[in-house]
């Protein structure tokens, strides 16, 4: 099932001192796995969607990200997780709607209300997939404000510190 496969792009990524190739497979299907370990990859860059796994407050959507990860670490797969995006209910312009076509308008591009929500949603994923995630990542292209429409500083201070502090406080073997 080649043709299903959704690969946008190849990435060389160094772990453990070796490059592996990595398949940018946002949120593959065991089929996608399984393609990718046929062409060969030795690992997956998957999209860990803050506004996917906690669509409100207090509910968390774990399937599809279990699904994914099961499917690839069964195939051998290793695992490059990117955490992001802000879901509405946690954004802090409460008039943006989800899944805008604008960047003005979209709420996941967009600063969380209350940055410890924001670390309470990394600190949830990291800690139900330590040991299976080899690598984490914060956030995607925040330089474009498609992906973050916030500073640089803003970036820095609210999105990526807290969510590396999250991240080791979960895991202290984190990379």
């Known amino acids: 099932h080649m043709a299903s496969l959704a690969v946008s792009s190849l990435v060389a990524v160094a772990l453990a001192g070796a490059p592996t ?17 046929a062409l060969g990859a030795s690992g997956a860059r998957m ?28 195939q051998g797969l290793s695992i490059y997780a990117t955490v992001a995006y802000t879901p509405k209910w946690a ?10 076509s604008d960047e003005v308008s979209r709420c996941e591009n967009k600063l969380p209300a209350d940055v410890q929500a924001w670390t309470a949603a990394v600190t ?7 040991g299976k995630v080899d690598c984490w990542g914060i956030w995607n ?9 916030g500073t640089l500083d803003q970036f820095v201070t609210l999105i990526f510190e807290p969510a590396a502090r999250a991240i080791r406080a979960a895991d202290p073997q984190a990379r």
């Not at 940018?24 to 996608?32: E, F, I, K």
């Not at 999209?47 to 069964?74: G, H, I, K, M, Y």
């Not at 954004?91 to 805008?100: I, P």
């Open 141 to 149: 292209e925040p330089n474009l404000r498609t992906f973050f429409d």
């Open 21 to 37: 190739v990595f398949l940018n497979a946002h949120l593959p299907s065991p089929a996608d796995n399984q393609s990718m370990a």
């Open 124 to 130: 949830a994923v990291v800690t139900r997939y330590r």
């Open 47 to 74: 999209d860990f969607n803050w506004f996917d796994f906690q669509p409100t407050p207090t509910r968390w959507e774990w399937t599809a990200l279990d699904t994914a990860v099961s499917s690839a670490r069964a």
């Open 91 to 100: 954004s802090s312009v409460s008039g943006c709607t989800q899944f805008a």
